[in-house]
């Protein structure tokens, strides 16, 4: 008798070079997370909760939106949600033809500081994180009160960040932007969505066989990873266990990474005007500068919103908050380091530190940006 069983941690590997030739995450981590969490939607009746898989970044054109594109291509019944109110979501998480996987492209105009009141869809993403979750509803001419399951895997992309009641039950994979040496392949619908419902259809085949096996699973966390960030992972874990070979061991260091990395913030467009600032304006000619004197040279600006944010000039905990929700070439976030000067130990940034920032982010530099930077308006560090 042929054996037609499915080798998981081969199948794995494919759904990971699938989204290798369209995807650029911004650590390895992201690629195994985001495999495990396509997985996953194959096998949520095994779970207790389901986490939401989050592509955030700070800026436009950073790969959030085909990061959903190719998750779309490789999960059970998607139904893309852009702009979907919370009464169509649950209603078609409840109805007759079973349960989808919701993708919300742009959820920054959900949930943006423009967005309005959107509680009842904050309510539903938040209740169908659990399998007991349930969206109670008047329904009839009686107005009978109805409970509507609300549990089903959900993936978002947008700007900025996600309210904290929804940011702690997600995957969060903070994308930028490609840098000029990293390419991947164009995605075309056409050409390639059939590839990957191929891939789709053969891990809801593996998801059959190990259905029983996941059912049971209790996965072991990695050390230190306890609370609401076990409740994410464990899903995922509990797949990659499944699926053998190296996955296991991967998923593990991948939980502990974007759990460390889950605590940085995202923000917009004002970051890369501080960015541009720096590099065009303060960190010329230096490769390392203390923060009083950024700060100084920064409010020193003519026609710049550092010397005046919010009645009050720019300080160093909003320099350091600000810096540091963009990354190093290293993937950690932007930080101020020990400077020695000739009148001692000064915290500052080096401009090391931020140049992958500066090649993401900020516009091509123009002549006028080889001027001579401003001179802080106290006496210069002599560093």
């Known amino acids: 008798m042929t054996d037609t069983s499915i080798d998981g941690a081969a199948l794995l ?190 891990l809801a085949t593996w998801a059959e066989q190990v259905h029983d096996r996941v059912m049971g699973a209790w996965p072991e966390m990695p050390d230190g990873v306890t609370d609401r960030p076990a409740d994410v992972w464990e899903p995922l874990l509990a797949v990659a266990d499944a699926a053998g070979g190296h996955w296991p061991k991967r998923a593990r260091a991948a939980c502990l990474a974007l759990v460390k990395a889950s605590e940085a913030n995202d923000k917009g467009s004002l970051g890369v005007r501080l960015l541009t600032d720096l590099r065009d304006h303060v960190l010329i000619g230096v490769d390392k500068l203390p923060t009083v004197a950024i700060i100084d040279r920064l409010n020193a600006l003519d026609d710049a919103p550092w010397a005046d944010m919010g009645g009050r000039p720019l300080d160093n905990r909003r320099l350091s908050k600000m810096l540091g929700e963009y990354m190093t070439a290293d993937n950690e976030p932007i930080a101020s380091r020990n400077i020695r000067t000739s009148g001692g130990v000064l915290k500052g940034f080096f401009v090391k530190d931020l140049e992958d920032a500066w090649t993401r982010y900020c516009p091509s530099p123009t002549a006028a940006t080889t001027a001579t930077p401003l001179q802080p308006s106290s006496e210069p560090l002599n560093l």
Not at 53 to 61: D, H, K, T
Not at 97 to 106: A, Q, V, Y
């Open 13 to 202: 590997n494919e759904v990971e070079a699938f989204h290798r030739r369209f995807n650029i995450f911004p650590m390895e981590a992201a690629y195994v997370a985001a495999v495990l969490w396509d997985a996953h939607a194959h096998l949520l009746d095994c779970f207790d909760s389901t986490p939401r898989l989050a592509f955030l970044s700070p800026e436009p054109g950073s790969g959030k939106s085909r990061g959903l594109e190719i998750v779309e291509t490789l999960v059970p019944q998607p139904m893309v949600a852009v702009n979907a109110s919370a009464a169509a979501l649950f209603r078609a998480v409840s109805g007759p033809d079973g349960r989808p996987t919701i993708l919300f492209d742009e959820i920054d105009t959900v949930f943006g500081p423009k967005a309005g009141d959107n509680e009842e869809l904050r309510g539903f993403l938040n209740a169908g994180h659990r399998r007991t979750g349930v969206t109670y509803r008047c329904v009839g001419d009686s107005q009978t009160v109805t409970p509507f399951p609300s549990y089903t895997a959900v993936a978002v992309a947008g700007l900025g960040s996600l309210p904290d009641t929804i940011l702690t039950r997600s995957v969060i994979i903070r994308m930028r932007r490609r840098a000029r040496n990293e390419k991947v392949e164009p995605y075309r619908a056409r050409l390639h969505e059939q590839e990957g419902n191929a891939l789709r259809d053969r």
